[in-house]
C-alpha cells in the first residue's frame, strides 16, 4: 500500500494506485503527492504538522507548506496515545516519541493519554 498526502488541503490517503482526484476540501481536484510505502515508522512534518506512518523516510517534496517536507522520525506505530503539549499533535506510539523539532519551536511536551 502507498501513501500520499494533497499539497492542497493535507489529506493523508493509502492506495495501491494514485487516488482518485475529486472532492478536495480546499477547492476542485485533490494534488497527490506519493509519499512512501506504508509501514510502522511514524514520521511528523516540522512545516505542516502532518503524520505518516511510512516503511522509510518519507518523500520530502510536496509540503502543503512550500516546496519540501521538514520530517522527523517520531517512533514505531504503537497503541500508546501521546500528546504534544507545546503543538497538540497526538500520535499513537510503540514508545515515547522522539522530543525533536516541535512544530511550535524547541523541543516536543509529550504526554502520554489514554
Not at 497526538?90 to 512544530?103: F, I, M, R
Request: glycine letters at 12%.
Amino acid at each position: 500500500m502507498k501513501v500520499y498526502l494533497c499539497r492542497k488541503c493535507s489529506s493523508v490517503a493509502e492506495a495501491a494506485a494514485n487516488p482518485e482526484g475529486k472532492g478536495c476540501p480546499a477547492g476542485g481536484q485533490h494534488d497527490w503527492t506519493y509519499c512512501g510505502e506504508k509501514g510502522k515508522k511514524v514520521h511528523l512534518c516540522r512545516k505542516c504538522k502532518v503524520l505518516l506512518a511510512t516503511f522509510a523516510a518519507p518523500a520530502d517534496f510536496g509540503c502543503p507548506e512550500g516546496a519540501y517536507h521538514e520530517w522527523n522520525y517520531l517512533a514505531e506505530e504503537g497503541q500508546d496515545r501521546y500528546t504534544c503539549a507545546r503543538c497538540s499533535v497526538s500520535v499513537g506510539c510503540a514508545s515515547t516519541p522522539d522530543p525533536k523539532n516541535c512544530p511550535a519551536g524547541g523541543i516536543h511536551t509529550w504526554k502520554k493519554g489514554k
